[in-house]
């Protein structure tokens, strides 16, 4: 995975996601070194996801008439080879929820989908305990990692204390990170930005997430070790993303 | 008020809320303790608000489809016991938003109004000069927060330079507080999810807004002592938070 | 263009406005002096453009339903005579964002447009490479600000790496600021509502925007010198907005 590639290359990433996070996602994916877009009009979205380096689907704030517009820029995505990464944000939480996402992993061939432990579970129809849109880590990231992306067919990424990478047969796992990082709204759709952008320069996508996951905790690491809570968290976070690694 | 608790249960505080606050609101409900979620798809909003510890219906960017959505939640909310805050943010700056309001609270139950003296006058139909969001202060606090709570049976609280929350007997009053807090926005959304994070957890829901606003107050208080302005304010703010009151 | 007249006033400026960016736009504008108002209800909008300091409709995050939204408040704005300016944002990325600026434009009197090159020169029908929302620097930012003012026959406003005014016979210049207004999502969003609100005060909309333009990149470049990044310098920036100028 090659940052300085992407660094000179500035992907576009389109995001159809959360409202919540947006301003977060975007300034994070700038610091990083990516080209953020958000565009929900069914009018241009296929314009816009067929030129675009990676797709990125939250359904964080999704709405019934915003699913069949992911769904439109899936397809766009696809027909063009653009990478598409799905976020399942509470996924579990309502039925409203579960059936978009399956809806999405249906019609749309999702190179990726990132959430936590219970978010995934809902996807994978493994049962959880789910609370809000938070599930508890009740599960085994590592069991519901590969079993989700055996069924779904496509490289599964569950985000927790340790995060787990699985494309059904290899799985890697990550230890990295801080608390703070649940502390604050958004981070791990941010995450889910970061590896869009990577996937658009690292074909192979495993390595993409891998490394995306690696310089975003060790980013939140350096972060950290700089601030009195969550609030000056975010501003030394998205310093540190515009850095180099290590 | 057991903060404590509240920290320990992470109440989950649904809202249907002004889209240019809501990233500050969730990450200052996540910093005091709560577990915030924002969603208002009619077809899950049922689901999630009669789960949740509480629930915030905020009209600042409301759109009339909107206006239904919030009904919903909050007939689901009253059936399931889950306290209802109404923030009727700019409530007396257009016809269309006096209306929303007075509809909310036709087919709601509002366990408290939240606004400043313009907003809860015009739902009271005290006659008052109001310009945009922002009302004159020119009102009496305290005798339109008693006026309120009277004709609309809840408890309501007043905003302002000195706070006022009445139940229509009792009459509280806080003057802490930082004239920071006028200068960024978003400051009494976040006051409104911060007191429906402790009435799920208080049922003497003016025991609850109390300590809230007392609590938010003095964290905006030793913010101030720390920052240069209204932008490093903020951050300072989601810190405070997140520590213990004193 | 009397600073201390707009802090006093606060003029109230409506937006129909960028999902991504309203939180800093309104914390910006709220530093700087002036009151924002996020409306975009078709029932409301005329009441609140019409006794507004200045419109600004920015196309960021359009959706085909707002651009009737925003032609009637442009509408109302005009009868009133309250000063529209036009963010035409990734005018060239999609004929859907073409049309919609030109449809504006065609049934608005829009007082002041505000873009960078290849947005400016889609509107005005200059050929240009345009990736996304962010427009190659190729064009002549002079060349196309004159051409679109002539035929527009409005003020324009070029931003890049120098700034250019131009209506179309005098051309001013600048070349303040920061890279790191290059780095943060919103930059040029907020711009155009720091010069929104001073075309409330100062009816010269061309030394209204010159002001703004120069108060804010120097207020950048003060920023830029206190801070390790882009996440640090947007709450610098907000600080810096709230002070005299030099």
């Known amino acids: 995975m090659n940052l300085e590639l992407l660094r000179e290359e500035r992907p576009l990433v389109h995001h159809m996601t959360n409202e919540v996070v947006m301003n977060f996602t975007a300034n994070g994916l700038l610091a990083f070194g990516g080209s953020p877009v958000m565009a929900k009009e069914p009018e241009e979205v296929e314009d816009i996801a067929s030129v675009a380096g990676a797709l990125v689907l939250n359904i964080g704030t999704v709405r019934k008439e915003d699913i069949e517009t992911m769904i439109k820029a899936g397809q766009a995505a696809n027909k063009a080879g653009v990478p598409v990464l799905l976020d399942p ?36 129809d493994i049962p959880l305990n789910v609370k809000g849109v938070d599930a508890d880590e009740s599960g085994d990231a590592e069991e519901i990692a590969s079993r989700a992306a055996g069924k779904l067919q496509t490289l599964v990424v569950v985000t927790g204390e340790t995060d787990v990478i699985s494309d059904g047969q290899e799985r890697l796992t990550s230890s990295h990170g801080t608390p703070l990082l649940g502390s604050i709204t958004g981070a791990g759709c941010l995450l889910g930005s970061l590896m869009a952008a990577c996937m658009s320069v690292e074909k192979d996508h495993k390595k993409a997430a891998l ?30 993303l515009g850095k180099a690694d290590g």
Chains 1, 2, 3 share one sequence.
């Open 89 to 124: 944000v509470g996924a579990g939480a309502t039925s409203f929820r579960k059936n978009a996402v399956q809806r999405i992993v249906d019609e749309v061939d999702v190179a990726v989908v990132k959430g936590n432990a219970g978010e995934i579970a809902a996807l994978a």
């Open 211 to 240: 490394f995306a996951l690696e310089f975003y905790n060790r980013a939140a690491e350096r972060a950290a070790k700089k601030v009195g809570g969550p609030g000056t968290f975010i501003p030394h976070l998205l310093d540190e």
